[in-house]
């Protein structure tokens, strides 16, 4: 019954999502407001009827009902509620219904938080989500309906992949989803200001806390899935440039520089068309990136089953949504009044770079991820693009973007003076060559890559701390810089936390890639084993067994060289009943000063088990630094909320 | 001119992966049974009914070849394609042995006496251990066996459309 | 530094940056990627042969793993088996931890190169990840050998 429910307001959500993509057009035309409110109410009743379907879903995956397909086929009564509801989105039909129910939930912002925007333009946005809504409500009831029951009932489902059995992925999906989804709104904006001709200052202020809402997401469902990577792989690695990884990493680099590229069209009335285009791209690639994993078209280890039907669905609904928006955008966007004029060297311009190196890289991982397709295609055989391809890529356009992102904050708009940010920022330098030289030094000249990286990260570091010490005139006039201090705008601080933790991310990936000790090992009770500044004793194995799994637990005590407490290390090697396969689950202790990883293999006969153990300093730079990029999005979106709808506030110097 | 670029890379993309997924014979996720050559793995499993013998391996070495389909009452798909079966049993004179899948027997027996009985000998995999030891993907699955019990031929999915004609009943017949 | 007077002019030099950037990437694709052995052949072992690869160059092995031929070295660590296409075999060699999904008679994909005795001496092995989910690459291109009817009815690249 539940289930029929949830069908049911499936189907009711798609008629209003119909109503609420067509009628508010109409009335705009005639300008009817009441035919325009449709737009407000359809959009609520879209999220209700959402919320519903959803709800029955979730329900009929906690009391187990297996006679909705869905169940069976993706869940088990014998797990934990934590992965029953976790598995409502862990495979192609519920995580679809996520993805709409986080439309609707956009949707029915929009119409509610947006209450300041002028009537005509916000019918206008909600509308083009109805019609995003409709979309993906047919994609689900004609080829990926979850309530389809079964009959008879199997008596017990086929359970969730046990890699996806874990904390970590359980939050990863809904929080990449907001971050897909919530794109969507800037590219609706997008569209709703092609059909009316017009981008203003306000536009771009209006669409940039949605952007940052959805880059916030987006960033924490990334460092999720990599976290996860992490330690559920078993490898040691974060980041294996995967189709599916590089899916999400694409909408988050347009993204990033959609953010940059909206506060010259906010500040300067600038770039707009180019930002038009930024946000349709970077909602395009959320779609791209959901197409890839469902379609068949491309395996990867996160690929859902699919079959091609669904693939030639969304691939038509891909061109209907993104090639409409950019014919409405060829038609259009020369329609767009030429904004301001900027000086070579100006914020605007420093912005620019931004813009040009985060969309090359993306197009750069774009062409990684395609290319072993395209050659597949012509028959040319099958080849992999290896992660050194994308390493390269990163180093090569992503040097220069930090070296930039130390000057631009000092830049003034319009017309910038080098000489001065570069004398503000000669500290910065020193200390960062300082850094850099020492590193090679003290490598004896063996790796350049780390000296650079550290030298980069410092340089970040030291000039977004010169950057505040600017602004707060903490040498020119030392007596007020407290209470230049407090007053600095919160948005500031959201840029100046947001760069620290590039930076921070920066130390983390070159640190741990530098540093790593890697020990393989053949063990028995009693061994021990030198990694990093521990010793690692191993006390044999234990057999443990879990909800739905059995286990194998290895004993470790880690003592540091230094002196202090032992610290016990529980790796495991896991059989999981339904469906039955083995997984690794890596013991970490994670420090500040690096992570000690350890995993257990097989046993090689007479007690003997080969074990990998680690030592990975500063791996904690990348959580931290990922955590300080969403934290500064926070505070930089806690500023703006309160000046949503303020009066065009001339100039704000706060961010870049 | 440079307005248009971003739709028509857009379209060429999309021109590529409609390539991509409607290739013939493209299907990622189907797996080639490496079982194919091998002697069928060893089992031994309780009957359907309470009082049948039970089915080991050794019903696959009787001398004549030997069809064993994967089946579950739950399954959507097995329902499809049991008329199959039954003009495999009845028409060509195959003998055909259903395995359950993670089913309960009685709910088995309900769908055998529902839909007709198609199978000379039945088994209940309750825990599904036999269907990993064959290496089967998903129900409905078959597999033909040589008389000497070595599998020869994998069905993946369930036997509908042109199936039987064109890939069952060759595979059958090249045994005969 | 001179200002930008014109919109023409601007418009020209946020061109020419875009145009250096880009043609940066491009020069990234096609001459790095090679230079760092980025993109990696797929080869399955009957390719390995006919294509004659070089000792050292670095490649991807997909096939399956022959029943049979997995034997594990007495440091424990070392594992040697034999990947097939069922049309010919490969010897490979690995240190290091299995993934837990390794098996004989299952897919499997490997990265290295080949050594002097013509061994492939692997750094990664991949192996099935779960039902759904067979590693691109390790199902046969020539099935017919593998005794497998369906063979017949797949396409000409094979898949």
Redesign the interface.
């Known amino acids: 019954m539940i289930a029929e429910l949830g069908h049911f307001a499936t189907i009711l959500a798609l008629v209003l999502a119909l109503l609420g993509a067509t009628v508010p057009h109409v009335g705009i035309a005639r300008g009817d407001s009441r035919l325009m409110a449709v737009a407000d109410n359809a959009a609520i009743g879209q999220f209700l009827m959402a919320i519903i379907a959803f709800g029955a879903l979730m329900y009929s995956y906690i009391i187990s009902d297996f006679s909705v397909y869905a169940v069976a086929a993706n869940s088990h009564s014998a797990k934990p509620m934590l992965y029953k509801i976790a598995g409502v989105w862990g495979n192609h039909e519920g995580s679809l219904l996520l993805w709409i129910l986080m439309l609707t939930l956009f949707a029915a912002a929009l119409s509610l938080k947006g209450r300041k925007l002028p009537q005509r333009f916000r019918t206008r946005v909600i509308a083009v989500q109805s019609a995003l809504v409709v979309g993906f409500l047919l994609f689900i009831l004609f080829t990926s309906n979850p309530f389809v029951r079964l009959d008879p009932a199997p008596f017990e489902g086929n359970g969730l992949n046990p890699l996806l059995q874990d904390p970590g992925l359980a939050f990863h999906p809904p929080m990449l989803y907001l971050g897909y989804v919530g794109l969507s709104v800037a590219f609706s904006f997008a569209v709703a200001a092609l059909i009316e001709g017009e981008v203003t200052p306000l536009w771009a202020r209006w669409v940039r806390p949605w952007t940052l809402v959805a880059w916030m997401f987006l960033t924490a469902g990334i460092i999720l899935g990599s976290w996860w990577a992490y330690y559920e792989l078993g490898w040691g690695g974060w980041w294996f440039w995967d189709p599916a990884e590089n899916a999400s990493f694409m909408p988050w680099l347009v993204a990033t520089a959609l953010l940059h590229s909206a506060i010259v069209v906010e500040k300067r009335d600038a770039l707009k068309s180019w930002t038009i285009l930024l946000s349709i791209v970077a909602f395009s690639f959320s779609l791209l990136g959901t197409f890839l994993v469902r379609s068949g078209v491309i395996t990867s280890v996160h690929a859902f089953a699919n079959d091609p039907a669904r693939g030639v669905f969304i691939l038509g609904f891909l061109v209907v949504v993104i090639g409409g928006a950019l014919t409405l955008y060829a038609w259009r966007a020369p329609k767009l009044t030429p904004g301001g004029l900027f000086g070579l060297v100006s914020r605007e311009s420093a912005l620019v770079l931004n813009n040009i190196l985060l969309s090359t890289f993306a197009g750069v991982v774009l062409v990684g991820t395609l290319y072993p397709l395209v050659l597949e295609a012509t028959g040319s055989g099958q080849i992999s693009v290896g992660a050194p391809f994308f390493d390269f890529g990163a180093i090569v356009l992503m040097s220069p973007l930090i070296v930039a992102l130390g000057f631009g904050p000092l830049l003034a708009w319009k017309r910038g003076r080098l000489p001065r940010a570069a004398t503000t920022l000669l500290p910065a330098l020193v200390v960062a060559l300082v850094v850099g030289l020492f590193t090679y030094w003290q490598t004896a000249g063996g790796v350049v890559m780390t000296a650079f990286g550290l030298l980069l990260a410092t340089w970040l570091l030291a000039s977004v701390a010169m950057e505040i010490a600017e602004r707060t005139q903490l040498f020119k006039n030392p007596a007020g810089f407290l209470r230049r201090l407090r007053h600095l705008p919160r948005a500031s601080w959201g840029m100046s936390l947001a760069h620290s933790g590039v930076a921070v991310l920066l130390f983390g990936i070159t640190i741990s890639e530098a540093w790593t000790e890697e020990k393989l090992v053949i063990m028995q009770r009693g061994d021990t084993a030198e990694v990093g500044d521990y010793s690692v004793r191993f006390d044999g194995v234990a057999p443990v067994t879990g909800p739905n799994y059995t286990a194998i637990q290895g004993h470790f005590y880690a003592s540091p060289k230094s002196g202090g407490a032992d610290i016990m290390l529980e790796p495991q090697d896991r059989l999981y009943t339904d469906p039955v396969m083995n997984t690794t689950e890596a013991a970490i202790h994670s420090m500040l000063s690096g992570d000690l990883y350890a995993v257990i293999g097989e046993a090689a006969g007479g007690g003997r088990w080969s074990v990998r153990l680690y030592f990975k300093p500063f791996v904690v730079g990348l959580w931290l630094g990922a955590a300080m990029m969403v934290l500064g999005g926070l505070l930089s979106l806690s500023d703006r909320r309160l000046r949503v709808g303020a009066p065009k506030a001339k100039k704000l110097s706060a961010e870049a | 001119m440079q307005r248009f670029a971003p739709l028509i890379i857009v379209l060429a993309l999309a021109g590529l992966f409609f390539m991509m997924m409607t290739q013939e014979g493209r299907n990622p996720n189907e797996i080639k049974s490496v079982m194919i050559g091998k002697p069928a793995p060893a089992f031994s499993i309780p009957g359907l009914e309470a009082d049948a013998p039970g089915l080991t391996d050794a019903d696959l070495r009787t001398g004549e070849p030997v069809l064993v389909n994967f089946f579950a009452s739950w399954c959507v798909p097995c329902r499809a394609e049991h008329e199959s079966l039954m003009a495999l049993a009845r028409e060509h004179g195959a003998t055909v042995i259903g395995i359950a899948y993670k089913d309960t027997p009685d709910r088995s027996l309900a769908f055998l006496d529902e839909l007709g009985n198609p199978f000379a000998k039945t088994g209940a995999d309750l825990d599904g251990r036999v269907a990993i030891d064959w290496g089967v993907t998903g129900v409905p699955e078959t597999f033909l066996v040589d008389g000497s019990g070595t599998i020869v031929y994998r069905h993946w999915g369930p036997i509908v459309g042109d199936g039987l004609e064109a890939q069952v009943l060759p595979a059958l017949e090249a045994l005969k | 530094?001179?200002?930008?007077?014109?919109?023409k002019r601007?418009r020209l030099?946020?061109m020419i940056?875009?145009v250096a950037?880009?043609a940066?990437?491009a020069f990234?694709?096609v001459f790095?990627?090679r230079q760092?052995?980025?993109?990696?052949?797929?080869l399955q072992p009957s390719e390995v042969f006919q294509q004659k690869v070089a000792v050292g160059q670095r490649f991807?092995l997909g096939g399956?793993v022959e029943?049979g031929s997995v034997a594990?070295k007495d440091?424990?660590?070392t594992y040697e088996f034999r990947v097939t296409d069922c049309a010919a075999d490969l010897p490979v060699s690995y240190?290091?931890?299995?993934p837990?999904?390794f098996r004989e008679?299952?897919?499997v994909v490997s990265e290295g190169a080949l050594n002097a005795d013509g061994v492939f001496v692997a750094d990664t092995v991949l192996a099935?990840?779960?039902?759904?989910?067979?590693?691109?690459?390790t199902?046969?291109k020539n099935?017919e050998a593998?005794?497998?009817?369906?063979a017949l009815?797949?396409?000409q690249?094979g898949?």
């Open positions: 530094m001179a200002g930008l007077k014109t919109r601007q030099v946020v940056v875009a950037v880009l940066l990437a990234l694709i790095a990627g760092t052995g980025s993109f990696n052949l797929f991807r399956l029943t594990r440091d424990g660590l240190t290091g931890i299995m837990s999904l008679g299952q897919g099935k990840h779960d039902e759904n989910y067979a590693a691109p690459g199902l046969p099935e593998c005794g497998h009817p369906e009815t797949a396409g690249d898949r």
